[in-house]
């Protein structure tokens, strides 16, 4: 089956604008997690799903960072009135389980002008 | 602060020279550990992972790590590299007593292996 998915892959925003990226896990996956890469760091977690619940949000850097997972499949991360810094790549993971292997997604790449 | 440290940022091999990769990570009690590998153009995916038992852990494509707990270590080995192993490494931890959901990546090493 198909693998995570993540869209758009490549987002140029400008300074203030408000984004949403989407991941699509794989299907049956319970836990769905986000994080934010920045160039050449590792990633960094942002916030954890299972299911619909978010049971993580303690990474998200600030109120402007906001995720959902209204059915238990689909997510969106929303950022509100970029800022420069939040230009990153954005990596979804989902898995059977919170200690199951994560798989993931492709990312997509901010860029905040 | 609380860390994963990957202390080779750039590590240039020649084939059929032995790897080892160093992760140390500063989070005391229970921990689970990962490496994930990261293939030029594709996702990043999990080469191996220890959560208790043997601290050997064999993984994928010949690969392996040691946990060693006095040293807060869990480096990746391979005996022999090859021009496929090209890729950018990262050590991963999610330390139990922390934080139950978090994963903590280190900031990863870009592994060359010249043909």
């Known amino acids: 089956g198909a693998g995570v998915s993540q869209s758009p892959r490549y987002k140029v925003a400008k300074r203030g604008q408000d984004v949403a990226l989407r991941c699509d896990p794989i299907?049956?996956?319970?836990?769905l997690f986000w994080y934010q890469q920045a160039l050449g760091q590792g990633p960094e977690f942002l916030t954890y799903?299972?299911?619909?619940?978010?049971?993580?949000k303690s990474g998200l850097p600030s109120d402007r960072f906001f995720a959902e997972r209204p059915e238990g499949s689909v997510s969106t991360l929303k950022i509100q009135r970029t800022q420069q810094e939040d230009s990153a790549v954005y990596l979804c993971?989902?898995?059977?389980?919170?200690?199951?292997?994560?798989?993931f997604g492709p990312g997509t790449r901010l860029l905040v002008l | 602060a609380q860390s994963v440290s990957q202390h080779n940022h750039h590590v240039i091999l020649s084939e059929a020279a032995s790897l080892e990769l160093g992760c140390n990570y500063s989070?005391?009690?229970?921990?689970?550990l990962f490496w994930y590998v990261q293939y030029p153009g594709q996702h990043l995916q999990l080469l191996l992972k220890?959560?208790?038992?043997?601290?050997l852990v064999k993984g994928i494509k010949g690969f392996e790590a040691e946990f060693i707990k006095s040293k807060f270590s869990f480096n990746l080995r391979k005996p022999s590299v090859q021009w496929s192993d090209t890729a950018e490494y990262f050590c991963?931890?999610?330390?139990?007593?922390?934080?139950?959901?978090?994963?903590?990546f280190g900031s990863g090493t870009k592994l060359n292996v010249k043909p």
């Open positions: 993971a989902s898995s059977r389980g919170r200690e199951e292997t994560q798989y």
């Open positions: 299907s049956g996956h319970v836990s």
């Open positions: 799903f299972q299911n619909e619940a978010q049971l993580d």
């Open positions: 989070y005391g009690g229970t921990v689970n």
């Open positions: 220890y959560f208790s038992g043997d601290p």
């Open positions: 991963a931890v999610n330390a139990l007593r922390y934080n139950f959901n978090k994963f903590y």
